[in-house]
């Protein structure tokens, strides 16, 4: 089985009239489903076989979050895009109702709800960006010293020396 919890999330205002509290649903917060998994998986990786595929695959393989589950995770903890919230949240607070389909238990796993905005370059994940800025930098040292090597040793940088 793969992760294949469902969930809804609505938004709910709450009022506090004299010493009770009110809290009234709102609206419902709709979840794009669509598009979590990537391009290249889609299709190339992961279809359906072209003969008898009612009977020989036990599961739908186009199914995105079957694919998005089925990427392997570089690192023991990771997370995986279950849907995009497309638009704009007002301040409020908001309840996730989630249906329990896939039991983490038996192997001592724990399931969590991260809510995160996305930039370019994914989301709010400052390792990327650091690590992009140090190579850089290093590459920059690099080409430097080999700059600073070629004015000191003029053409004779990378020709073979002549022993008698």
Known sequence: FFFNDTATTEIYTEQIVGSVRCVQETARIEIDETNIAWPSDKGNKFAKAKVNSEKTQWINPENEHFIVWMRTA???????????????????????????NYD?????????????TSGPFGGKNRFLEISYIVVGVICWIVAGIFIVKKKLTGDKFGESIKLN
């Open 74 to 100: 570089g690192l023991p903890n990771f997370r995986k895009l279950w849907g995009k919230i497309t638009q704009d949240l007002p301040v409020g607070k908001y309840q996730i109702k989630i249906k329990n």
């Open 104 to 116: 983490v238990e038996p192997f001592k796993g724990e399931k969590l709800v991260i809510l995160s």
